[in-house]
T-cell receptor, first 110, second 119 residues
Framework: GQSLEQPSEVTAVEGAIVQINCTYQ??????LSWYQQHDGGAPTFLSY????GLEETGRFSSFLSRSDSYGYLLLQELQMKDSASYFC???????????FGKGTTLSVSS | GAVVSQHPSWVICKSGTSVKIECRSL??????MFWYRQFPKQSLMLMAT?????????EQGVEKDKFLINHASLTLSTLTVTSAHPEDSSFYIC???????????????FGPGTRLTVL
């Protein structure tokens, strides 16, 4: 089966940089995704890495190392609105459904 | 584009009653839809995969007779929680993959979720 590990909580101040790590164990691997979820809302897609390396999208970047079964989400110039839960996720063996990690709660203070 | 809606957005029901939640893809055809459950402060747990015109595939530990899933058309899947009990209170979220998407690509569109409270 698929399993993912990520820290449960991270705190930071506005303007700072935060890195949320994710390690995974999978039967079959297609890529690593990151989702953001605010309280009471649906998860929203942030990024997807299928190949090794860094992908940058604005203030958010995501990194993948397939050989290390490891990835991270980097959030720069943190804003209060970035306070949310962040989930790493992989596709199941069939390559269709997403399996989510337990999530990291990010709290950004002023 | 690629909007998924859920109805209702929240529902409160009495223990023992059944509740139906609808998931619709508004502007695309969804051959596959997924149902997730999320308890407070926890992750999204995949409950089942629903393919249009065929029986749903349930994850281990999910009671298929309690959580009835129907995917009768390319734009609609329904989840019925039968004989609901307080422990079924949760946030139920659906997602959909568009027709023609290949295996191994993460392009899923999530609905806004339905909060179920069973008294």
């Amino acid at each position: 089966g698929q399993s993912l590990e990520q820290p449960s909580e991270v705190t930071a101040v506005e303007g700072a940089i935060v890195q949320i790590n994710c390690t995974y164990q999978t039967s079959g691997f297609y890529g690593l995704s990151w989702y953001q979820q605010h309280d009471g809302g649906a998860p929203t897609f942030l990024s997807y890495n299928a190949l090794d390396g860094l992908e940058e999208t604005g203030r958010f970047s995501s990194f993948l190392s397939r050989s290390d079964s490891y990835g991270y989400l980097l959030l720069q110039e943190l804003q209060m609105k970035d306070s949310a839960s962040y989930f790493c996720a992989v596709l199941n063996q069939a390559g269709t459904a997403l399996i989510f990690g337990k999530g990291t709660t990010l709290s950004v203070s002023s | 584009g690629a909007v998924v809606s859920q109805h209702p957005s929240w529902v409160i029901c009495k223990s023992g009653t059944s509740v139906k939640i609808e998931c619709r893809s508004l502007d695309f055809q969804a051959t596959t839809m997924f149902w997730y459950r999320q308890f407070p402060k926890q992750s999204l747990m995949l409950m089942a995969t629903s393919n249009e015109g065929s029986k749903a595939t349930y994850e281990q530990g999910v009671e298929k007779d309690k959580f009835l899933i129907n995917h009768a058309s390319l734009t609609l899947s329904t989840l019925t929680v039968t004989s609901a009990h307080p422990e079924d209170s949760s946030f139920y979220i659906c997602s959909a993959r568009a027709r023609g998407q290949g295996v191994g690509k993460d392009t899923q569109y999530f609905g806004p979720g339905t909060r179920l409270t069973v008294l």
